[in-house]
T-cell receptor
Framework: QQQVKQSPQSLIVQKGGISIINCAYE??????FPWYQQFPGKGPALLIA?????SEKKEGRFTISFNKSAKQFSLHIMDSQPGDSATYFC????????????FGKGTLLTVNP | SAVISQKPSRDICQRGTSLTIQCQVD?????MFWYRQQPGQSLTLIAT?????????ESGFVIDKFPISRPNLTFSTLTVSNMSPEDSSIYLC????????????FGQGTRLTVV
């Protein structure tokens, strides 16, 4: 049973455009929702994270929107750049499981120049 | 951030053999995690390795297939035993600074191909 569903599987955006990746979760006990960015040949690196007590968190061009009632959260990349081309994973975890991460299946983002 | 060195970075192995992957962290950490990332797929947690105790394996993973060592607070190994082509994946180690810190850090991964 997949606890975190991520879409789309792949995304192509023009430079300067907005990239939007969506995730939905099932377990209401999750209380930490990070996004990881992975470049080819590298391990994932934390990009931005949110807790369910806020509806939005912004760091530079990256914003997480969180809808607790719908059990959904999304990553918005504003002014997308070719250097943003990578695979993005959403994840969820909870204190009760010692913050063990459950990952979505990933989105391959390509930003065309 | 935590710096994690993982080796080998890649290997091609014959079926039926075993490969041990090493993970070194630049500071002492309580928990280390081992993940598998199959081609084009997500990360699946294999096990959690705490120093001084047996590793805790996730559903679908067993110690006989993926034995783990954690001899000290900066080092861990994962062995992939009796390999088959289905074991071809990227294996990643991960850690957090401490139990209260939610941010996870990852090594660069070991790309394993079994022929």
């Amino acid at each position: 049973q997949q606890q975190v569903k991520q879409s789309p599987q792949s995304l192509i955006v023009q430079k300067g455009g907005i990239s939007i990746i969506n995730c939905a979760y099932e377990n209401t006990a999750f209380d930490y929702f990070p996004w990881y960015q992975q470049f080819p040949g590298k391990g994932p690196a934390l990009l931005i994270a949110i807790r369910p007590d806020v509806s939005e968190k912004k760091e530079g061009r990256f914003t997480i929107s969180f809808n607790k009632s719908a059990k959904q959260f999304s990553l918005h990349i504003m002014d997308s750049q070719p250097g943003d081309s990578a695979t993005y994973f959403c994840a969820a975890s909870m204190r009760g499981s010692n913050y063990k991460l459950t990952f979505g299946k990933g989105t391959l983002l390509t930003v065309n120049p | 951030s935590a710096v994690i060195s993982q080796k080998p970075s890649r290997d091609i192995c014959q079926r039926g053999t075993s490969l041990t992957i090493q993970c070194q962290v630049d500071s002492q950490v309580t928990m280390m995690f081992w993940y598998r990332q199959q081609p084009g797929q997500s990360l699946t947690l294999i096990a959690t390795a705490n120093q001084g105790s047996e590793a805790t394996y996730e559903s679908g993973f067993v110690i006989d297939k993926f034995p783990i060592s954690r001899p000290n607070l900066t080092f861990s190994t994962l062995t992939v035993s009796n390999m088959s082509p289905e074991d071809s994946s990227i294996y990643l180690c991960s850690t957090r600074r401490d139990s209260m810190n939610t941010e996870a850090f990852f090594g660069q991964g070991t790309r394993l191909t079994v022929v």
